[in-house]
């Protein structure tokens, strides 16, 4: 049991590491919008805010999905990329479907991973919140400007 947090915590560190430099860049992103300008606020610039934090978070969990898969690899328990890459994508998002399955030694890295790719999607869908309710909480605010709805 020990064996395997010595193994799976320096991958779960570098994971939190590169979701926080992921949802840094996404804060600035979305700090750098968030301004209000001088102009009334437009919908693509919110589409570009949204569409780019989306972006973001989605290449930090594919980059996380794969370091784990190359942990795997390292450790003997696939002998390509793509099984290796798609057991780790099952953990990861916590789908578990179990039609494939590692060795007894490090079985336990399966939801080691879930439990840090539950973690990583937590965080993601909080800075989307955020955003969110950043651009509902501006229409709202042009709406009261206008008096009328936006489309």
């Known amino acids: 049991m020990i064996r395997i947090f010595l193994v799976g915590a320096p991958v779960m560190i570098v994971c939190l590491l590169l979701q926080s430099y992921f949802v840094t860049i996404a804060l600035r992103h979305y700090l750098r919008i968030r301004v ?31 370091l784990w898969a190359v942990l795997f690899l390292a450790l003997g328990e ?58 509902l909480r501006q229409n709202a605010a042009l709406r009261g400007r206008l008096g009328s709805p936006l489309v």
């Open 36 to 66: 209000p300008p001088k102009d009334p606020p437009s919908p693509a610039k919110n589409i570009i805010l949204l569409a780019t934090i989306m972006m973001m978070v989605t290449v930090g969990s594919l980059l996380q999905v794969g």
């Open 78 to 135: 696939f002998d390509h990329w793509e099984p290796a890459l798609y057991y780790s994508a099952v953990n990861f998002s916590t789908l578990g479907y179990g039609d494939i399955v590692m060795s007894e030694r490090w079985r336990l890295l399966g939801p080691l991973e879930s439990f840090n790719g539950i973690l990583m999607f937590g965080v993601s869908t909080a800075l989307m919140t955020a955003a969110v309710n950043y651009v």
